[in-house]
């Protein structure tokens, strides 16, 4: 059973940043990448970022130059750093992870390629 440990959302201003943490466990270590999704209110839920097991590194178009992901794999760890918020960003975010490696190959898969999501965190940007 996947546990996750998701912090760092909360309120803050358009140009502000947050920063977003997920502590996993309790899933098969030998998983392919970790990645973050986003779903705001009356809208499907989005992949923002992801990272594999080679280190790779994709983000959706409305994030690119704006959002950092990275990991520690000793801990399980996956951050993504969040510069210049827009209000366009408000939403929850999820921390997901993809064993099977279908979810994070030449970009972020749909949210069906991924095997386990955490709970959420809210990040909304507003004035």
Known sequence: QAHFVESGGGLVQPGGSLRLSCIASGFNPDYHALGWFRQAPG???EGVSCINDSDETYYTDSVKGRFTISRD???????????????????VYYCAIDVLGYGCQSGVGKDYKWDYFGQGTQVTVSS
């Open 43 to 45: 809208k499907e839920r």
């Open 73 to 91: 794999n000793a801990e399980n760890t996956v951050v993504l750093q969040m510069n210049s918020l827009k209000p366009e960003d408000t939403a």
